[in-house]
């Protein structure tokens, strides 16, 4: 049981170029989330996904999207990086949508865009 | 209007003594839930412990207790016994019950408190 998966853990990228950010988690959790993670600040949402198919937007969507195909997999696409996209990112899922259904990370991936 | 509030950027204490993080909170849904969370130096984000809204006790997980006093809108962290593994980050979050459009069920975080334990 692997939990939720990231990759890559480090990726430096140029302004303009394009990439995903993957995420993936084996426990079957309908939800899952993208969070992204700036120096002094707390984690920001970006988008989540509350079953396949299911996506919407959070506090901070713009330049990013996102799909759910699957249950396990919920892929971030960055579709122009710039520079104020450098940031840590952090992928998480939960059973569902419940006030107490915890929230699991995943390791995070560390993005530079120059 | 800041939905988490963490009042302590940073905080130090002894090894083996007890250490209190403040939390205070901002919602008028009834449901929530609250969520701390340990950031070491690596980087990942571990949760610690959870209240909801409707509990009556406090919640207790090894050293970690949470003190929630609803009417005052507050969830500190007590950690027991602090150990210098503790020295870490540490983030409030918050997730509201109820469907309000984009962001819905969100974590919603506080800017978080640097602990360092002193030997």
């Known amino acids: 049981n692997a939990g939720v998966t990231q990759t890559p853990k480090f990726q430096v990228l140029k302004t303009g170029q394009s990439m995903t950010l993957q995420c993936a988690q084996d426990?079957?959790?309908?939800?899952m989330s993208w969070y992204r993670q700036d120096p002094g600040m707390g984690l920001r949402l970006i988008h989540y996904?509350?079953?396949?198919?299911?996506?919407d937007q959070g506090e901070v969507p713009n330049g990013y999207n996102v799909s759910r195909s699957t249950t396990e997999d919920f892929p971030l696409r960055l579709l122009s990086a710039a520079p104020s996209q450098t940031s840590v990112y952090f992928c998480a899922s939960s059973q569902s949508t419940g006030t107490l259904d915890t929230q699991y990370f995943g390791p995070g991936t560390r993005l530079t865009v120059l | 209007a800041q939905k988490i509030t963490q009042t302590q950027p940073g905080m130090f204490v002894q090894e083996k003594e007890a250490v209190t993080l403040d939390c205070t909170y901002d919602?008028?849904?009834?449901?929530?839930?609250l969520f701390w969370y340990k950031q070491p130096s690596s980087g990942e984000m571990i949760f610690l412990i959870y209240?909801?809204?409707?509990?009556?006790q406090n919640a207790t997980e090894g050293r970690y207790s949470l003190n929630f006093q609803k009417a005052r809108k507050s969830a500190n962290l007590v950690i027991s016994a602090s150990q210098l593994g503790d020295s870490a980050m540490y983030f409030c979050a918050m997730r509201e019950g109820t469907y309000s459009g984009a962001g819905s069920y969100q974590l919603t975080f506080g800017k978080g408190t640097k602990l360092s334990v002193i030997p």
């Open positions: 426990m079957n959790h309908e939800y």
């Open positions: 919602t008028s849904d009834p449901s929530y839930g």
């Open positions: 996904s509350v079953g396949a198919g299911i996506t």
């Open positions: 209240q909801g809204s409707y509990d009556q």
